[in-house]
C-alpha cells in the first residue's frame, strides 16, 4: 500500500517569502505526483503535478521537487500572497492506475 | 460551467433517513471518484467508477454505502440509514481517464446528520 506523511502540520510564512510544503511517501514503485490547494469550504484546487521520470517542474510561481531515492516531494512557493494561505495536500499514484493516496496536508498561513 | 458539478452543496439529514449525492463530471471526463473529508483531515478514497463500471470500491463501508454512474446522468453517491458518523465533506472528482491526468474536483456535499 502507500502511505503519504506531511513533515508540518502548518507552516506560518511572511508575505512576499518562500514558502516550502514537503511530503513523504513510502511505495519506491509511485510514479505520479500532484500537488493540490484547497481553500476552506471548496474542494481541492489541481495546482502541479510530475511524473517520476522527472525531478523537478515549474509553474507560475510553483516549485514541485522530486527526490525518488528518498521518497520526498516538496512544493516551493515564490513570492508567497494571502491568496495562497490555504491547506495543501499531496497526492501519489502507482503504475497509471487513475487512484492515487492523498496525504493529510499542511495548512500554510500567509503573515501579511 | 466546464467544472465539476456536485449538488446539494449541503444535506441534512435525520439518522436512519437516506442521502443521495449527486456528482457531474467535467465534459470529456469518462472516470468518477468519490471522497470523503473529515475537519482538518486528508481525503479518503471510496470509489472510483467509470460508465456503468465500478473499478475500485475498496474504500467504501460494506454496508449502506453505494455508488453508481449510470449510462446518462451523474454519478450518485447513496447512503442508506445515516448515522452521526456519516457527517463529512463527500468530494467527488474527475479525469479524462487517459494516462496520468490529474482529477478535477467539485466543491462537495456537506452532510450532517441530526
Known amino acids: 500500500g502507500e502511505s503519504v506523511g506531511l513533515h508540518l502540520p502548518t507552516l506560518s510564512v511572511q508575505e512576499g517569502d518562500n514558502s516550502i510544503i514537503n511530503c513523504a511517501y513510502s511505495?519506491?514503485?509511485?510514479?505520479?505526483f500532484i500537488w493540490y490547494k484547497q481553500e476552506s469550504g471548496k474542494g481541492p484546487q489541481f495546482i502541479i503535478d510530475?511524473?517520476?521520470?522527472?525531478d523537478k517542474r515549474q509553474g507560475q510561481r510553483v516549485t514541485v521537487l522530486l527526490n525518488k531515492t528518498v521518497k520526498h516531494l516538496s512544493l516551493q512557493i515564490a513570492a508567497t500572497q494571502p491568496g495562497d494561505s490555504a491547506v495543501y495536500f499531496c497526492a501519489v499514484g502507482l503504475g497509471g492506475y487513475q487512484k492515487v493516496t492523498f496525504g493529510t496536508g499542511t495548512k500554510l498561513q500567509v503573515i501579511p | 460551467n466546464a467544472g465539476v458539478m456536485q449538488n446539494p452543496r449541503h444535506l441534512v439529514r435525520r439518522r436512519g433517513q437516506e442521502a443521495r449525492l449527486r456528482c457531474s463530471p467535467m465534459?470529456?471526463?469518462?472516470?468518477v471518484y468519490w471522497y470523503r473529508q473529515l475537519p482538518e483531515e486528508g481525503l479518503k478514497f471510496m470509489v472510483y467508477?467509470?460508465?456503468?463500471?465500478?473499478?475500485?470500491e475498496s474504500g467504501m463501508p460494506k454496508e449502506r454505502f453505494s455508488a453508481e454512474f449510470p449510462k446518462e446522468g451523474p454519478s450518485i453517491l447513496r447512503i442508506q440509514q445515516v448515522v452521526r458518523g456519516d457527517s463529512a465533506a463527500y468530494f467527488c472528482a474527475s479525469s479524462p481517464g487517459q494516462g496520468l491526468q490529474p482529477q478535477h474536483f467539485g466543491d462537495g456535499t456537506r452532510l450532517s446528520i441530526l
Open positions: 511505495n519506491s514503485a509511485s510514479d505520479y
Open positions: 465534459k470529456g471526463h469518462s472516470h
Open positions: 510530475i511524473r517520476s521520470n522527472m
Open positions: 467508477l467509470q460508465k456503468e463500471n465500478i473499478i475500485d
